[in-house]
Each structure stands twice: as C-alpha cells, then as structure tokens.
T-cell receptor, first 113, second 112 residues
C-alpha cells in the first residue's frame, strides 16, 4: 500500500513565526493530498487539500505545496497563533481509483505565546 | 452539518470478550472507514467499506472484522478482545477517497 512519511513528529514555534510540516509518499499515481488537524480531545478535521494538477493552494494563513516529481507535499502555517497548537496529519490515497487513504504519523505543533 | 456518530465514547471490556463498535453517518456517504489511533503511530486503517456489504482490509485487520448491512452504519467487531487492542478507535465516512473524510468523535477502548 501507500507509504506516507511525515516530519517532524514534534514542532515548537514562537507565536507569530511560521511552521512547516513535510510529507513524502511512495505511489506516483496518488492524486489527492489532504491535511487534517486534530485538537486535543477532538476529532480530526480537514483544513486544506490539494490535487495533483496544481502546485500550491492557499487559504488565509495556511498553504500547501506539492512537488509531484519529488513525491512530497508540505503544509505551511504563517503568523502562527496559540489556537494552531494541535496534531496535524497528512494523507494520500493508495493510487488513482483507490478507496484507501493512508495517513502520516502526525506532527504535534506547539505554538508558544 | 455532517454527522458521524460512534455509539460509545468510552468502553472497558475484558480479555476474550466479543466487542462491537458502532458508527452511523447521516450524509449518504458511500465510503466508511475504521481507524485506530495510537500515540506516535498516527491513524492506521483497519478496514474500509465502499458500498453496502462490501469491505476491504486495511493495514492492520488482524483480530478485527466489520459489518455493513446498511449504507449508514458500519460496525467494527473485535472477535476476542486482547489487551493490545486497547486504543482509540475512529470511524470516518466520505463520498470518495479524494474528498473530505468526516470523523466520528472516537471510542476509547480499554481491554483489561
């Protein structure tokens, strides 16, 4: 199946700084790359996703970039705020037409006020 | 608002018991998933279903089975619970794997 590697596993930043989380995937046919945020004690929720026909997507302070040649994609959070503290998961489907979504192991982001 | 509801928030079961975890979604989603979440291991797929009565193994199906008799309901069954199945279990549903997955609130299962 798809192998999704996520780094770093933990990340601490000062409020106002930027945070970057990176994921690599193994299946070159994968065409959809979502990012989920899980706050403490809550369910994971989609915050942004990107499809393989674009290289970058932005939504306010959050952006995702995709490099299909290198098979990696990254989440960028600018002007971090304490409410950004959470665990972030990347994911990728197991090839085109797959029903299976494989998640990375997660990154615990702590934003220090 | 999409709702994915898991039948229990917390469960404590004894080793060897048969355990049923229930999940219901109200958005007519074709796909439903069961994940297990453990610290440092992320979300690992146990089983998924893309249609009524259809099921596929995920990455860690051993010791589990599933049932999907109706489109809105997807059940995870631990045939004989063991202590290494103590974990947080998350159900999710979605139209396709390339669209948003909606998660339930999770069931924290403790096997003693």
């Amino acid at each position: 199946g798809e192998n999704v590697e996520q780094h770093p596993s933990t990340l601490s930043v000062q409020e106002g700084d930027s945070a970057v989380i990176k994921c690599t995937y193994s299946d070159s046919a994968s065409n959809y790359f979502p990012w989920y945020k899980q706050e403490l004690g809550k369910r994971p929720q989609l915050i942004i996703d990107i499809r393989s026909n674009v290289g970058e997507k932005k939504d306010q302070r959050i952006a995702v970039t995709l490099n299909k040649t290198a098979k990696h994609f990254s989440l960028h959070i600018t002007e971090t705020q304490p409410e950004d503290s959470a665990v972030y998961f990347c994911a990728a489907p197991w090839g085109a037409g797959s029903y299976q979504l494989t998640f990375g192991k997660g990154t615990k982001l702590s934003v220090i006020p | 608002d999409v709702k994915v509801t898991q039948s229990s928030r917390y469960l404590v079961k004894r080793t060897g018991e048969k355990v049923f975890l229930e999940c219901v979604q109200d958005m007519d989603h074709e796909n439903m998933f069961w994940y297990r979440q453990d610290p440092g291991l992320g979300l690992r797929l146990i089983y998924f279903s893309y249609d009524v009565k259809m099921k596929e193994k995920g990455d860690i199906p051993e010791g589990y089975s599933v049932s999907r008799e109706k489109k809105e309901r997807f059940s995870l069954i631990l045939e004989s619970a063991s202590t290494n199945q103590t974990s947080m279990y998350l159900c999710a549903s979605g139209y396709r794997v390339t669209t948003e997955a909606f998660f339930g609130q999770g069931t924290r299962l403790t096997v003693v």
